[in-house]
């Protein structure tokens, strides 16, 4: 399902996502409102990328939203005025959610804005992102939960079913280096899921 939002006292505009043609959202899945989809984004059943609150949403090329993931975040507008705390600047632009490229959100992960997510990061199965900042080449290990305005320093790595809530906490984590077993995971899962985003497309025609 492809939508537009509604009108609030939280968001003041009508916009309808932005899809790039090669991005595949699949029929069970629900993207709505302020949203951006870049190039051979894989939507897979079952999750919501839901701009009708906090807003924009965006989703970086060759990225992976999978089954069950949410990404919605904190309004960000309140009667016209933007909600400064509920935001991050990426590049010159403000965002709700900041995702980016050849970026994997796993099965049931939860990405609720304000957050960053660089450019090939691993987010595994059931990570809680919120109000957190992780930087590129991350992994963080299922059943995680990074909130309390945390940043994640590139390259580093988020332990399975830890609780980063503090910059110290953050800051403690441990570097991935080249012994580090899940190091090359993500490049797989990007190229199976642009696969199966450029797959599906096809089999539509």
């Known amino acids: 399902m492809i939508e537009k939002n509604v009108v609030t006292d939280f968001v003041s505009k009508v916009y309808e996502p932005v899809i790039d043609p090669s991005a595949y959202v699949h029929p069970l899945a629900a993207v709505i409102g302020h949203v951006f989809l870049g190039k051979n984004v894989m939507v897979a059943p079952g999750s919501a990328v839901r701009g009708d609150e ?31 705390a509920n935001l991050y600047e990426v590049n010159g632009k403000k965002y709700a959610v900041y995702v980016g490229n050849r970026v994997s959100l796993a099965h049931q992960v939860q990405i609720h804005g304000p957050v960053v997510v660089l450019d090939d990061t691993f987010v595994g199965m059931k990570v809680l992102v919120f109000r957190a900042f992780v930087g590129s080449n991350c992994v963080i290990e299922p059943g995680a939960i990074l909130m309390g305005g945390v940043r ?19 800051d403690r984590l441990p570097i991935i280096t080249s012994d580090y077993s899940l190091k090359d995971l993500n ?19």
């Open 152 to 170: 994640i320093a590139d390259g580093r790595y988020v332990p399975a079913g830890s609780v980063i809530r503090s910059q110290a906490d953050a």
């Open 54 to 84: 906090g807003q924009p949403l965006f989703v970086g090329n060759d990225s992976n939203v999978q089954d069950g993931v949410v990404i919605h975040a904190l309004e960000t507008e309140h009667h016209g005025k933007p909600v400064e």
């Open 187 to 205: 490049k797989g899962v990007v190229h199976v899921n642009t696969s199966l985003a450029k797959g599906y497309l096809a089999a539509k025609k």
